[in-house]
């Protein structure tokens, strides 16, 4: 197309003044036309992504926004409501996951505060910016704050009840993300038990989903079991790599995969407490590329292997053994590299890109970190541009 070879821009001078200017009109024309034509007619993937932002070294969310669209990545999970994130993806296709911190849900168990927020964090960016889910909370119960934990219901309930006096609730819904460690067992996944000290905590929260039909959201992470115990489990299990698998002995289910055993084993837990009617979805599950001497298995090579079988499994919009007909619902693990989370060095190695964005390592994903992402009242400025040089033009001459 005539637009796809221009040639190179002209000198500054003065005699070049008109022409250069309109160089940079079309080639800012071209960049865009060149984008329209990459995103449209392409499928989205269905796989969502974790967009921390716990650095001091990312991108800006305008050009992150661009990159997630040359990558057809179109859900996206937050850690927190960040205005310049939503804002950088007004009016696009992506679909948000915000969050509210462990330090506010106190405060969201005031019915009036949980409003405010709503109104402060969610109806702005309404309907340019599609908001489908609030989490309250990540992993309240891997700690031993009880006091965290009984308001963790309450706060969701008057989230939820924000919603519904807004009219929001069809459309957004609340949940909790929790860490799969809340399970006493999950061998074999038939098997699969809450704790029974959160027993008090979690059954409500169940008839809370149930009643809202929200997900249950769980972060999952193979790698955890996988660093503890390398000379039992197998890698290729939890790699999605080709192996015999495992059966479970009460259902005769073979499972290829850890992720998926875990999955049921939720499924499972649920259902001992009454309920087979909620979701599970997996709210994160990655694995690094680097870690300290003794977390085996966190390698480049492994991380590669372990993303993009499960983006292949993603898109086969395949199901567990136990929900064969329920595709796999995953928000990935990170979409950069985090260098300021404390903790080992995988903390701050998860990510799928370097801030500079190129990939960490190869999972069949080519997309484009822009240099420049025009924002919504920038595409304006072509048309301003010509009538500005066509006056320049008669000027000159």
Request: charged share 15%; proline share 7%.
């Amino acid at each position: 197309m005539w637009w796809s070879s221009l040639p190179p821009p002209p000198s500054h001078d003065r005699a070049d003044m008109v022409s250069f200017s309109l160089w940079f009109v079309i080639d800012s024309w071209r960049q865009l036309l060149r984008s329209a034509f990459i995103f449209a007619g392409s499928e989205a993937l269905t796989v969502g992504v974790n967009y921390g932002q716990i650095a001091n070294d990312l991108p800006s969310p305008t050009r992150v926004a661009g990159l997630l669209r040359s990558l057809n990545i179109s859900r996206v999970k937050l850690y927190d409501a960040d205005r310049n994130v939503l804002t950088a993806f007004h009016d696009t296709d992506a679909e948000f996951v915000i969050g509210i911190g462990n330090e506010n849900v106190s405060t969201m168990t005031d019915p009036g505060k949980a409003l405010a927020w709503l109104q402060l964090h969610v109806l702005p960016y309404l309907p340019y910016t599609n908001i489908t889910c609030v989490t309250v909370g990540n992993e309240v119960f891997k700690g031993n704050d009880t006091l965290l934990m009984s308001n963790l219901l309450p706060a969701m309930q008057s989230v939820h009840q924000a919603l519904v006096s807004l009219g929001l609730d069809k459309k957004v819904t609340v949940a909790s993300a929790h860490s799969i460690d809340m399970l006493a067992s999950s061998y074999p996944p038939s098997a699969g038990s809450f704790r029974q000290d959160l027993s008090a905590y979690i059954q409500p929260i169940l008839g809370f989903h149930s009643i809202t039909n929200s997900p249950f959201l769980v972060n999952a992470y193979p790698f955890f079991a996988y660093k503890e115990n390398p000379s039992t489990i197998s890698l290729d299990y939890v790699l999605f790599e080709p192996n015999s698998g495992v059966t479970d002995p009460n259902t005769n289910l073979n499972y290829d995969n850890m992720l998926y055993a875990q999955i049921d084993a939720v499924y499972s837990a649920m259902r001992a407490w009454g309920h087979t009617d909620i979701e599970v979805r997996i709210s994160e599950t990655g694995w690094p590329s680097r870690g300290d001497d003794d977390e085996v298995g966190a390698t480049p090579e492994n991380a590669a292997k372990y993303n993009g079988n499960l983006l292949q499994r993603i898109e086969m919009n395949q199901g567990t053994p136990l929900k064969p007909t329920v595709p796999v619902d995953v928000y990935v693990f990170a979409l950069f590299n985090e260098n300021l989370k404390p903790g080992p060095t995988s903390e701050r190695n998860y990510g799928l890109f370097y801030p500079d964005g190129t990939p960490v390592y190869n999972v069949g994903l080519r997309g484009h970190l822009p240099s420049i992402v025009f924002s919504s009242s920038s595409l304006m400025m072509p048309a301003l541009s010509i009538v500005i040089l066509a006056v320049a033009a008669s000027i000159l001459t």
